[in-house]
T-cell receptor
Framework: GESVGLHLPTLSVQEGDNSIINCAYS??????FIWYKQESGKGPQFIIDIRSNMDKRQGQRVTVLLNKTVKHLSLQIAATQPGDSAVYFC?????????????FGKGTHLIIQP | ETGVTQSPTHLIKTRGQQVTLRCSSQSGHNTVSWYQQALGQGPQFIFQ???????GRGNFPPRFSGLQFPNYSSELNVNALELDDSALYLC???????????????FGNGTRLTVT
């Protein structure tokens, strides 16, 4: 099975509400986690990342939370906008560094309701 | 700052043929990685190139090969194409091979390969 996965394939939220996208991982040796946003016809766009020595990191309108005890990662988007509509992927990097590549989940499609 | 650029954007090939895809890394990035993304799936790691050598590889057969040039640009070559090779091929560059806060992967928009 996949090392990284997401709980929901589709998430629908009202414009202006906060969105929470969840991700579970199984490799306890992973020490780097990253979120990407992919719009139709485009490549994945970097959102935010976090290392395993932290449990929270904030960016502009986004927060990533890492719970190593239950191997859970989440992305919170504040005040969701129509431009946030996309597929969101979490990915993990192994302890071997970038040469091992990132392992991606299948993605969650975020749909913004007007 | 110039982002990651890939060419061509779309390509149609016949089973058994060979294909070469090209990538220019983001300005200042010396490491290039290639990923395959099947429809409805997340990207899968093919390999990474650093200092013109393959630095790491995912679970892909030897008919997937690559090159990196002194200007850090890269090629992905696939021989003996199979129908299952139809996918979006993504190139990503980073500042160095070690994933870190200073070196996240930045992706191009990919090449859509269709094998018939």
């Amino acid at each position: 099975g996949e090392s990284v996965g997401l709980h929901l394939p589709t998430l629908s939220v009202q414009e202006g509400d906060n969105s929470i996208i969840n991700c579970a991982y199984s490799n306890s040796a992973s020490d780097y986690f990253i979120w990407y946003k992919q719009e139709s016809g485009k490549g994945p766009q970097f959102i935010i990342d976090i290392r395993s020595n932290m449990d929270k990191r904030q960016g502009q309108r986004v927060t990533v939370l890492l719970n190593k005890t239950v191997k859970h990662l989440s992305l919170q988007i504040a005040a969701t906008q129509p431009g946030d509509s996309a597929v969101y992927f979490c990915a993990e990097g192994g302890s071997g560094g970038g040469a091992d590549g990132l392992t991606f989940g299948k993605g969650t499609h975020l749909i913004i309701q007007p | 700052e110039t982002g990651v650029t890939q060419s061509p954007t779309h390509l149609i090939k016949t089973r058994g043929q060979q294909v070469t895809l090209r990538c220019s890394s983001q300005s200042g990035h010396n490491t290039v990685s290639w990923y395959q993304q099947a429809l409805g799936q997340g990207p899968q790691f093919i390999f990474q190139y650093y200092r013109e050598e393959e630095n790491g590889r995912g679970n892909f057969p030897p008919r997937f090969s690559g090159l990196q040039f002194p200007n850090y640009s890269s090629e992905l070559n696939v021989n003996a194409l199979e129908l299952d090779d139809s996918a979006l091929y993504l190139c990503a560059s980073s500042l160095d091979p070690w994933t870190s806060y200073n070196s996240p992967l930045h992706f191009g928009n990919g090449t859509r390969l269709t094998v018939t």
